[in-house]
């Protein structure tokens, strides 16, 4: 057995590694930079820890979280490696110690928050220390577009050029679109890095998003359908975590929750009894879920939708983290779309952003949310759309195993619609937008189409046997095909696409997928 597998047993446990590892560890330990892209789960830590052990002098890791350093210096303490860490929850006392013994060469491990490398102290130590190695753990962190920006992670390249001589880095993460992968390689100023992604497909998830009208019933029916099973309901905020609780509670449904308003011991305790099975279900806020690790999570359903499909991913990820099928179900609603986007314009700007980029940083959640908006109503497979957009090719057409891939499905025309649709667009000259001329098609009488007489148009009411809802998304089928045509930015209007020409020359037929009991109703309302 190769010495590195042998370590791997002996501090570990493990006889193998997973997809992804073995060649992080490689890089790491022949010195070179490192880009390491692992969905939550995967055993990223484990990539920086093996090669740490196994170099020469004391390897830093960099890490946003008080909470996860605790964690994962307990668990290494507990497997006989040496290891530390320095941040802001140690006393004086405790801190001064923890470098003194840095100082004399008794770690292997330290792990640090990015704060920490300003400090002199800290610097002192690093600059005389023989670090083997630097990781940089959810490196999306110095990304200003990323969820979660700290700009005093922009400050490690030039920790590591202060150093005699810059040791190799190394950074990871688990949520990283195209774009943000870029900007990890620049602002950490990875030299030549060796990237490893594992793949972001989890196989065992099946995703599904259902549009209910009455959230509560939808929540308890699936939950009524799962009774024995562990599972969490994400909730955006926390008065709805204790309101769905609450409800939960009264019809019989062991739940517990979870949300940063409540004290640390409940907090503790709820954790506990979801823990051990006590309380099988968790009411929570995105606060719940770093560093919790359940394996056996049947389902996540997210009762309000999340700010972007990379939360949405993440969180919901926490299923089936044994590898047995587990459901991942999202309750979308409009309302959603109209509070998230006022949570965005509410948002203070993150410590370190320049009020002229807030705008542009507002701008990016914006096209987040309606990317998240998209999943929540497109008609194609849900995991290709995740890992599209995650930047992987998906494999094969359709997955078979998410909601749209297995319910049934129906090609419908949608011609006639489409030119009524599409007349409304003219008459109106590129002013509105999605929901304006869904309201004009469908002849309601409401403050916006009151307000421009829209009543007094031509297409007023054209379609007024259909749903509003259903209008909206016929529109943005017509969007997708080129049809149609929806302007960036705070208010995005309509005009004519591309393709218009084609409809209106009546040389085309448009006919748009429905879920098999949609256009059921569809052709009676004919
Ligand atoms: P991440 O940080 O990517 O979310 P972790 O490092 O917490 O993931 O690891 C996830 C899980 O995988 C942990 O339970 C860990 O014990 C396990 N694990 C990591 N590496 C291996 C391995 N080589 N063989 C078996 N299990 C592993
Ligand atoms: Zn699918």
Known sequence: MSYKLEMLQAYFGYRGFLPGQERAVDA??????????????????????????????????????????????????????????????????????ALERAWQGRYKIIYV???????????????????????????????????????????????LDSLPKRPALGAFTATATPEVREDILQKLSLQDPVTTTTGFDRKNLYFEVRHPQNRK?????????RQNESGVVYCSTRKAVEEVCA???????AATRYHAGLSPEERQANQDAFATDECPVMVATNAFG?????????YVVHYNMPLDLEGYYQEAGRAGRDGSPADCILLYSGRDVITNRYLIDQSQAPEGVEEEAL?????????????????????????????????????????????????????VDITKEARAILSAVDECGGRFGVTTIADLLCGRENERTLRWDLDRRRSFGLLSHRKVEQVKAQIRHLVDQGYLALSDGDYP???QGPRARELSAGSTQVTMRMKAGQSRTARRER
Not at 217 to 223: G, K, V
Not at 385 to 397: H, M, T
Request: one cysteine or more.
């Open 493 to 495: 209007v309509l005009s």
């Open 28 to 97: 790491l330990l022949e010195g070179r930079d490192v880009l390491s892209i692992m969905p939550t789960g995967a055993g990223k830590s484990l990539c920086f820890q093996l090669p740490a052990i196994m170099l020469p002098g004391v390897a830093l890791v960099i890490s946003p979280l008080i909470s996860l350093m605790k964690d994962q210096v307990g668990s290494l303490v507990q497997a006989g490696i040496p290891a530390a860490y320095l941040n802001r929850s140690l006393t004086e006392r405790q801190y001064a110690l």
């Open 359 to 411: 705008s542009a940083l507002r701008q990016r959640q914006m096209d987040r949310l309606k990317t998240m908006t998209f999943y929540a109503t497109t008609n194609d497979c849900l995991r290709h759309f995740i890992l599209r957009y995650f930047g992987e090719e998906p494999p094969s057409p359709s997955c078979g195993h998410c909601s749209n891939c297995t319910e049934g499905w129906e090609d």
């Open 247 to 253: 409800f939960l509670q009264a019809h019989g449904v």
């Open 113 to 159: 928050a990015p704060e920490r490398l300003e400090s002199p102290g800290f610097l002192r130590f690093a600059q005389q220390a023989q670090i083997s190695m630097v990781a940089v753990d959810e490196a999306h962190c110095v990304s200003q577009w990323g969820t979660d920006f700290r700009p005093s992670y922009l400050k490690i390249p030039a920790f």
């Open 217 to 225: 019933d939808e929540l308890l029916s699936i939950l009524l359908r």
């Open 290 to 298: 770093m560093g919790i690790d359940k394996s056996n999570v049947r």
